[in-house]
């Protein structure tokens, strides 16, 4: 994709759908006065990623964007590189599974064993192979301003989501300078990233240029994640972890944390930082209206 077709509209790319079928579901409970209330929760179902031959994970999902799942799972494992000749993926839902192809023979059997991925935040058993294609990454210097954060700030926390609909659900957005242009939810906020990775990977998107922005925290693994897909700048709502700032530091990643409203706080390259806004002139965030349930 070029970039010339993304910036043709404001409009997102891809934006959360919280009405699609399949997603959440009512649930009847009671509230702290005894009264009955029906509330929306957010459905999550198991997905089977296969490369070729191999099964490779069971991941947790809310089952939106399969292909994007599964391919963007397997780069960021480095299991797919951005020249591999993928030559099909299929999903089949009623199986649960999704099947990526490619051109060239894959044998990860004494790499991968078959792992259940869950829906909580520490996914330990992928996190030594990500590190181990962590040791080259060099990110590109790229100038953030931060006109472009308060305004993906407030576009991004005001978009319909899910997220806003029943909570307990992750957002990630891949953003060109202050235009947010994919924005995925999950359970897991990894697949929320993984999901990003698939169609960048399915689009032949480059890196270099863009944000990525995550209401989760920034963690090590979501740090590592950011730097193998080439992004040179992570934003977040939620704080840091030390280990986090400690490899955002070492590969050369901008990382941006507790960004709400007038407030933001940069712990790795500061000096990409290009401060074109005054904090005075942006709107204090308002409480958030609408959301039913809590991430």
Request: hydrophobic content about 40%; glycine content about 8%.
């Amino acid at each position: 994709m070029q970039l010339a077709r993304l910036e043709d509209t404001g409009d997102y790319l891809i934006a959360p759908d919280p009405s699609a079928a399949r997603l959440t579901r009512a649930v009847m409970g009671t509230d702290h006065t005894g009264a009955e209330v029906a509330t929306n929760v957010v459905e999550e179902r198991p997905l089977t990623i296969f490369l070729n031959a191999q099964e490779v994970v069971t991941a947790m999902t809310i089952g939106d964007y399969p292909d994007y799942l599964a391919l963007g799972f397997l780069r960021n494992q480095g299991m797919l590189s951005d020249d591999d000749d993928i030559t099909g993926v299929e999903y089949d839902e009623e199986l649960e599974t999704v099947i990526v192809r490619t051109a060239r023979k894959t044998d990860y059997e004494e790499k991968m064993r078959k792992k259940t991925r869950t829906s909580g935040c520490a996914v330990g058993t992928v996190f030594g192979d990500m590190m181990e294609g962590l040791q080259d990454v060099r990110l590109p210097a790229t100038s953030v301003r931060t006109s472009w954060l308060y305004a993906l700030s407030a576009r991004i926390n005001r978009t319909p989501s899910l997220y806003l609909e029943a909570g307990a659900i992750h957002g990630t957005v891949l953003c060109h300078e202050a235009r947010p242009l994919v924005y995925m939810e999950d359970v897991g906020r990894h697949n929320a990233v993984d999901k990003i990775a698939g169609w960048m990977l399915s689009e032949k998107v480059q890196a270099a240029d863009k944000l990525l922005y995550t209401t989760g925290r920034l963690t090590s693994e979501m740090v590592i994640k950011t730097a193998m897909m080439g992004i040179p700048v992570l934003a977040s709502r939620s704080g840091f972890t030390a280990w986090g700032v400690e490899i955002a530091r070492e590969v050369g990643l901008t990382l941006i944390g507790r960004m709400k409203g007038q407030r933001f706080i940069c712990l790795s390259g500061e000096d990409r930082l290009i401060r074109d806004a005054n904090p005075d002139d942006v709107a204090q965030e308002p409480r958030r209206a609408g959301r039913k349930g809590a991430m």
